[in-house]
Structures are given as C-alpha cells and as structure tokens.
C-alpha cells in the first residue's frame, strides 16, 4: 500500500467539499476517483497534492503520514498533471525552461539529456523543445505536462481530468500513452475523471463520489458487469451510455 | 535584414534557447514596428540617448561657457536656440541637459522598478500579513501627493540632483507595487503557478521564476508613461529650485532663470520647454506602442 486517506475531510465554510473519504491505492496500481463536477473528486487529489492546506483527517504515503506542507523529497516522489493543458504551462515560458524547472528544483543532474529523454517519451521530438506553449495543440501540451511531471522520475502519478479538455481523438492517444508509461516506469496513479469509460480503460480498481463522499469502490470488472450497488452509481452508468431526459430528471431529485 | 536571419528568427521550431528567445523579441518588434506613432516615440527617445552620449561632439559651445557680450541673443546662425542672460548658447545647454534628464530617467528606473516589483509581487502571493503591512506601507506614500513629498524630501535632505532624483524614485513606486500586486493576486491562482508549487518549488523561486515575469511587461509599459511624469517632476523640482542646481543645465532650472524675460527674449524659456515636451511626448507614444506588444491578454 502506497497511499491511505483516512476520514479525510475538507470543509470551504459551512459547504463540506470532502467528506469523510477513506481510501487505499497500491504500489503500482491505478485507481481511479469518479464523480460528476462538484463532487469533490479534484479537491481529494489537491489535497493529496499539497495545494490545498486545510483538511483534516489522515493520510499516509508509504507509511508515512503526510502533514499539511510537503517537503521536496514528497514532491519527488509525487507529481501531478492537471486538468487544462492551456493553463498549467506558463505562458512566457519556453518548453525547455518549464522541463528544465523541475529539474533545478530538485537539483538533478544531466539536464540535456533528461529533457531530450522526456520529451522523446511522450511522443514529441526535439524540434518542440524551444518553443513556446501558444505554438502547441492541446494534446501537445498535455504531453508535455506528462513529461515535466515525470522528469523527476516519480513513483506516483496524480492525473487530473487529463483528457477532458482534449479532442475525442485526442484523448485515447494521451490515454494509451499515459497506460504505457505507467507500465515502463512502474507508476502508481490516481486518476480523476468525470468519464466512466475513461477510467474503465485506464483504472483496476474506481471509487464512485457524490457530494463529497465516497458511495462505493469497485474494480474495473465489477464495473463491466455492471454489478454497482449504490444508487447514485447505477445512474451514473446509465448516464454514460447516453443522454435520457428522464435520468436527468433523476438526477435532479437525487439527494 | 536579409531573407535568411528573418527566416531563421520566425523558424516554428528553434533549435537553441537563444534563438527562440531572439525570435520571440523579434516577433514583438515586429508588432511593434506596425504602429507608427510608436515608432516616433521609440525615435525621440533613441536620439535623447544618442544626443546624450555624443553632447560634446552636438554641441558647439561648452554648457557654463560665458560671453557676456552675446547676452540674450534670438536665435539665429551663431546660436541656433539663441543665448541667455549670460551669453551661454542655449542650444548647447539644452543637449548638455539631456544627459542630466537621462540620467533621473535610468536612476529613477533603476530604483523604482524593482522595488515596486518585489513590494508588489511578495504582498500580493504571500498575502496575510506580508500583504498587510506591505500595502499599509504603500498605502502611507501614496497619501501624499508626489511633488509635495518630493519638495518636502528634497528640503529637508538638501537641494540637488540626487536627492531630487532620491525624492522622486521614493514617490514613485507605490502606484508599481499596486500594479504588481494587482498583476499576481491574477496570476497567483492560475494552473501554472499550481504546477511549480506541485513540483515543489519554494515560495521565493515561484515568485522570482513565475510572476515576476508576468509582471514585467505592465512594469515597462507604466514605466514609459509614467517617464513623461517623472521628467516634469524633476523640471519642477529644478524650477523651485530644489532640483539641479545652477549653473548645470537641467532644463526645469533653465525655464525657471528663463521666466524673467519670457515676454520680451521668449526662447530662453521656450527651448527647454520645448525640449521637455518632445522627450515627453515621446517616453508616453513608446510606452503607448509597448502597451500594445506587451499586453499579456494579447496572445
């Protein structure tokens, strides 16, 4: 076991974001956190990220438990991609410096080579290496957020929403490549998404969020058979196989 | 510039740092060069420097050179901006002055810039308390109108140039800090910024690396504008008296001896004035024009 959250709560004013999550991911596995928007799946991984320092709860990473600043020794270990591949590179940066910027933080050596590597890995050739993020497509960008985040040659992975904002084509290459690298490197990921069928391809074992908490856990299988016992669940399956006005209107009512 | 350097500057793929820094400086100036007012004013301000450095080689008499039998002269072939009430070739002063203006400009640059950028950029990404007392502090100098806290400045530490150009720089970075501040209470929350912190990097390098930056271009462009303000300022400063001391040829001190014969021998007064208003005009078209390349919501 690499990650545990235990009664991990986080609370913006009276509105409870995450409430009461528990949650296990093993070494090497990728797990994945379900939800429609304003479930609080992103807020767990922010949490788990170091962004957002008010929570409470417990969370251990590899036996460790974590405390509401991480060191840079966490940060090595751990790196995240985000969910909009416009916003998470700067913009006056080139993409060598936003390559060579994790690299000097955590004070590793052989930067040519590390930065040529990365990038080759994630399927963009040296010729991008100098350009700046405007001169990119969304999936480019998206690549080459994976490879500053796996410069640092992390054990984990946190993915938020990595596809979303791509293009339909898109999305299965970035997915097929973020599946690949996970095998080459032995990654763990937890991975955030909205889509069903997105974190079926991708995660053996999901945790279904709603309003905060966490309704079930289920492996990939189960949730193939369509074996879900909670409610909320079952709607949101049904959900992914299409649009029905009259499951939307459930989930209206639901509360 | 010949076909194969511009081809080489917009290459999509640069192939060293170097080059994709210079093509992206190059694509500004091009930007940049298709607005002509802008390019007046980057004009008026390339030959301040130009007639700065090479004063000696412009001007035809020495600025304190005295003859007194020549004493206000209108303009004419001997004294292309007529004489004053010495006899000194006012033309002459005026170019020797422009290295007194240059340098309040660079000194005051030098000051306020990166004051009003690390007050600003620490207040606004820190916040609590460093925003706090940062911006209460800010807050106390902007209380003040600028002149007024310059003469008081000047006045008590005592006349001259540095201490105006001291007084001036000290009145006029809290409007810098305001804007930087403004600038990363925007940039702070964006998804790059999350990015370094998620990859470790320490509060100091986020601020210096990652916002700085982003301020940068807004620092220039008021800068530029603000450049206008800042001359007339010093004038002023130099007009009562509190600024550069005679005989330098400051041009506020030169409009101000100048004022006693402004009706009868108008070009003692005038020629400075004159000279004040185009180097003016001309920081505010450049700053106009950077405003225009710089702007971050451009791209």
Redesign the interface.
């Known amino acids: 076991m690499i990650l545990s959250a235990k009664n991990l709560t986080v609370a913006f004013g009276e509105m409870r974001a995450v409430d009461e999550a528990a949650f296990t991911v093993e070494r090497g596995e990728s797990f994945g956190l379900v939800g429609e928007s304003g479930s609080g799946k992103s807020t767990v991984l922010r949490v788990l990220?170091?962004?957002i320092e008010d929570w409470s709860g417990s969370i251990a990473f590899d036996g460790k438990a974590l405390g509401r600043t991480?060191?840079?020794a966490?940060?090595?270990r751990v790196?995240?991609v985000?969910?909009?591949p416009y916003?998470?590179?700067?913009?006056?940066?080139?993409i060598?410096s936003a390559l060579a910027?994790?690299l000097a933080?955590?004070k590793m050596d052989r930067h040519e080579q590390r930065i040529e590597k990365a990038l080759e890995e994630v399927g963009l050739g040296s010729?991008?290496r100098?350009?700046?993020p405007?001169?990119l497509s969304g999936g480019q960008r998206q690549r080459v957020?994976i490879a500053?985040a796996l410069i640092?040659e992390p054990e984990m992975l946190?993915l938020d929403e990595p596809t979303s904002a791509l293009d339909v084509s898109i999305q299965a290459e970035v997915l097929n490549l973020l599946d690949a690298l996970r095998k080459a490197h032995n990654l763990t990921f937890v991975m955030v998404s909205h889509n069903l069928a997105v974190v079926a391809h991708m995660c053996r074992r999901l945790a279904v969020m709603n309003r905060g908490r966490i309704v079930e856990e289920m492996d990939r299988d189960a949730l193939r058979r369509g074996e879900a016992k909670d409610p909320y669940t079952r709607r949101l399956m049904a959900a992914s196989r299409g649009y029905d006005r009259k499951l939307a209107e459930s989930f209206k009512t639901l509360d | 510039m010949n076909a194969s350097w511009s081809q080489w500057l917009l290459d999509?793929?640069?192939?060293?740092?170097a080059?994709?820094r210079a093509g992206?400086f190059y694509r500004s100036w091009l930007a940049f060069r298709r607005n002509p007012l802008a390019m007046v004013g980057l004009a008026i301000v390339v030959s301040l420097v130009l007639v700065a450095i090479f004063a000696p080689l412009i001007a035809p008499f020495g600025p304190t050179v005295q003859d007194l039998d020549f004493r206000l002269q209108p303009p004419s072939h001997r004294h292309w901006f007529g004489s004053d009430e010495l006899g000194r070739d006012i033309f002459s002063r005026v170019v020797f002055g422009s290295r007194i203006t240059l340098m309040i400009v660079l000194l005051v640059i030098v000051t306020v810039a990166p004051i009003g950028l690390a007050v600003g950029t620490l207040a606004g990404y820190f916040g609590g308390w460093v925003d706090a007392i940062l911006m209460r502090v800010t807050d106390v100098f902007l209380a003040f109108p600028r002149l007024i806290l310059a003469l008081a400045f000047v006045a008590a530490l005592k006349p001259g140039i540095e201490n105006a150009v001291l007084a001036i720089a000290l009145t006029t970075w809290p409007p810098y800090a305001r804007l930087a501040r403004a600038e990363t209470l925007v940039v702070r929350k964006?998804?790059?910024i999350?990015?370094?912190?998620?990859?470790?990097?320490s509060g100091m390098?986020i601020v210096l690396?990652?916002i700085v930056?982003?301020c940068i271009s807004s620092t220039i462009v008021r800068m530029t504008l603000d450049m206008a303000g800042i001359i007339l300022t010093a004038a002023g400063l130099g007009f009562l008296g509190l600024g550069a001391q005679p005989p330098s040829p400051e041009w506020g001190a030169m409009i101000s001896s100048g004022r006693r014969f402004v009706l009868d021998q108008w070009w003692v007064a005038a020629m400075p004035g004159i000279a004040i208003f185009v180097v003016s005009l001309g920081f505010n078209l450049l700053g106009d024009g950077l405003r225009d390349v710089l702007d971050?919501k451009r791209?």
Do not use: C, K, N, W
């Open positions: 990220a170091g962004l991480r060191d840079r966490f940060y090595s790196q995240m985000f969910q909009d916003g998470s590179l700067h913009p006056r940066q080139t060598d910027e994790p933080i955590h010729g991008f100098f350009r700046y405007h001169q957020a500053r640092v946190l | 999509e793929a640069p192939a060293s740092r080059q994709a992206a964006a998804d790059y999350a990015a370094v912190q998620a990859q470790g990097a390098r690396r990652h930056p982003m971050p791209e």
